[in-house]
């Protein structure tokens, strides 16, 4: 069936590092790929998304990347400040239903 | 636009009664939605896929007869928990497609559920 592999659980960085977050998927028909970041208690926010056609997509300090042959997609968060610290789980689609990976917790030190 | 309510945010009942949980789309018809439930540290796990006037089709390992699901209008969609136990206490958050963006979910606040 299909799954996603998110890695890593938990990514501790400086404020202003990067932090970059990858996942792996299974189904060679996924075609959606969102990013959601979550804090405690709240509905997940959808911060980036990209789809199969496109291998990059970025959106001021947030970047995604994709590579279909290897089946894998990447967050990159650029200059990162402490109010990035949340938890952030990747998704994949083949039609409307999403598959999460299991979460990063990122936290942001100042 | 795009905005998901549900209600109640949280809910505390006694073992063995059911708790109703509600999801509206305010601002647009919502040919799909999707119920999840998180467990504390852990991801979404979806539980169904619901569109408006059929059945319910529900992940494997997911009880039907437990978690009944209706969806009886393009904005509304319920989740009802039946004879709950202290194992189905969790955070049920519930999401909706419709839009241009027809693979976007936009998901709703979410609904604390504690079963004593």
């Known amino acids: 069936g299909e799954n996603v592999e998110q890695h890593p659980s938990t990514l501790s960085v400086q404020e202003g590092d990067s932090a970059v977050i990858k996942c792996t998927y299974s189904d060679s028909a996924s075609n959606y790929f969102p990013w959601y970041k979550q804090e405690l208690g709240k509905r997940p926010q959808l911060i980036i998304d990209?789809?199969?056609?496109?291998g990059e997509k970025k959106d001021q300090r947030i970047a995604v990347t994709l590579n279909k042959t290897a089946k894998h997609f990447s967050l990159h968060i650029t200059e990162t400040q402490p109010e990035d610290s949340a938890v952030y789980f990747c998704a994949e689609s083949a039609g409307t239903a999403l598959i999460f990976g299991k979460g990063t917790t990122l936290s942001v030190s100042s | 636009g795009a905005v998901v309510s549900q209600h109640p945010s949280w809910v505390i009942c006694k073992s063995g009664t059911s708790v109703k949980i509600e999801c509206r789309s305010l601002d647009f018809q919502a040919t799909t939605m999707f119920w999840y439930r998180q467990f504390p540290k852990q991801s979404l796990m979806l539980m169904a896929t619901?569109?408006?006037?059929?059945?319910?089709?529900?992940e494997q390992g997911v009880e039907k007869d437990k978690f009944l699901i209706n969806h009886a209008s393009l904005t509304l969609s319920t989740l009802t928990v039946t004879s709950a136990h202290p194992e189905d206490s969790s955070f049920y958050i519930c999401s909706a497609t419709g839009g241009v963006n027809y693979n976007e979910q936009f998901f709703g606040p979410g609904t604390r559920l504690t079963v004593l």
């Open positions: 990209i789809r199969s056609n496109v």
């Open positions: 619901s569109n408006e006037g059929s059945k319910a089709t529900y």
